[in-house]
């Protein structure tokens, strides 16, 4: 495609199509089974020195459009990475679209050529395949430095939506340390960040062995220290606005376990609020050397994103935390095309071997079809391919018969 005509329509590039393909998430701790790790423009693979977790370099994941199986039924974690470097010697930090499929994941915005910004989801997959897509949004070249895919236990983050939920932080609770904790600590290989708060707060921790045995399953570094009030009554709370500084749909995730062996007349009890005021859970005592998760089912609907806990009036002790995640909910509102379709351009595609830029799907989002396609799009259908248009595409050779398969087709 000419550069004349990029500068007249927006291009919806797909940069890596990644897998999630797996049959078991109870994985051993070096584990790397469901990890899919992308070094976008790299060209060979390699170990990384830190996490020790293997790359590959997306020649297999970026031009041809290809899509691979993921594993049905499974949360998903999806991670990607962009840092500008000035690679194109224009000094001018590009601002672009993240799709997931076809539904809008973020808009990346950098703060500078040398700033990396990282951006984290969890989604169900009920889909057979999926694809990460960049669009270009007339601010510069999108481009992806690395993508990363994770699967996660199937009775974590449950979701009852079609959506996805985004990351805004995941805290590790402790004072003083610099450590980031990630996989192998991590079987997952989320990125726990230390947080320390100075508003009248005391940290605690052991090296006791720990028992965890859920579904969320944090490090047990993580989980080993924690953050306590000054008081038995006292409160332990955090806040944040929303980067948009409209409201959004919070999921809120609180990991406790106890770590002092507690004397016979002591107590450690406490209540969840949110949004100020709003009662979320207790009276709640943490297990000593357990752990317990506790978690959003519906989210909350807020522009200021604030929780609290605080010490119940049978508490000796005061309240703590020892680590927590928070996530909006992102919704999909586009359905994907007809999966026949799918499978019908692919076929097409691939027996022509050239000539029309497809990628990603070819119908949605529906401002982004393929060139040379016209779709149907009715309310609570998956879109569907009405029209085909081939010509001047210098194609040579026989008809493909996978043409046949596009069952809707009004026009050729």
Request: contains cysteine; glycine residues 6%.
């Amino acid at each position: 495609m000419g550069e004349e005509r990029r500068k007249t329509k927006l291009i919806f590039t797909l940069i890596c199509a990644c897998f999630l393909a797996t049959t078991t998430i109870r994985v051993q701790a070096q584990d790397q089974s469901g990890f899919t790790s992308i070094d976008c423009g790299s060209t060979e693979a390699y170990t990384d020195e830190v996490t020790g977790i293997n790359y590959v370099p997306d020649t297999n994941y970026i031009d041809s459009g290809q899509s691979r199986n993921i594993a049905a039924s499974y949360n998903g974690l999806i991670r990607a990475r962009f840092m500008y470097g000035n690679y194109d010697s224009l000094n001018q930090v590009p601002e672009f679209d993240l799709y997931i499929g076809v539904n809008l994941w973020t808009s990346v915005k950098l703060d500078d050529a040398s700033s990396v910004t990282t951006v984290e989801m969890i989604y169900l997959a009920r889909l057979s395949v999926m694809s990460v897509c960049l669009v270009n949004k007339g601010s510069g070249t999108p481009f992806i430095s690395a993508l990363e895919t994770r699967i996660l236990d199937d009775t974590a983050y449950v979701l009852r939506v079609t959506g996805s939920i985004n990351l805004v932080t995941r805290a590790n609770m402790v004072s003083g340390s610099k450590n980031r904790y990630r996989f192998p600590d991590d079987r997952y290989d989320r990125i726990w960040e230390p947080t320390e708060w100075s508003n009248g707060v005391s940290y605690i921790s052991t090296n006791e062995s720990f028992y965890i045995n859920n579904g969320f399953n944090p490090p047990k570094a993580v989980m080993s220290t924690a953050v306590m009030a000054s008081t038995s009554s006292g409160i332990v709370d955090q806040s944040s606005d929303t980067d948009e500084g409209s409201s959004q749909q919070y999921y809120s995730y609180f990991h406790f376990s106890e770590v002092q062996k507690l004397a016979p007349n002591q107590t450690r009890e406490f209540n969840i609020y949110l949004n100020s005021n709003e009662f979320f859970y207790g009276p709640f005592q943490p297990k000593y050397l357990g752990m317990t998760t506790v978690w959003s089912v519906n989210p909350q609907f807020t522009k200021r994103y604030n929780f609290s806990i605080t010490g119940s009036v049978n508490s000796t002790l005061p309240p703590t935390l020892n680590a927590y995640e928070i996530y909006t909910y992102n919704a999909w509102p586009q359905s994907n095309t007809n999966v026949m379709d799918v499978e019908a351009m692919d076929a097409i595609k691939s027996s022509y071997g050239g000539g029309k830029i497809w990628q990603g799907d070819p119908c949605a989002p529906q401002n982004y079809s393929w060139e040379g396609l016209n779709c149907s799009f009715k309310e609570f259908d998956p879109p569907k391919i009405v029209g085909l248009n081939l010509s001047s595409s210098n194609l040579k050779g026989a008809i493909s018969v996978s043409i046949s398969n596009l069952k809707s087709l009004e026009t050729l």
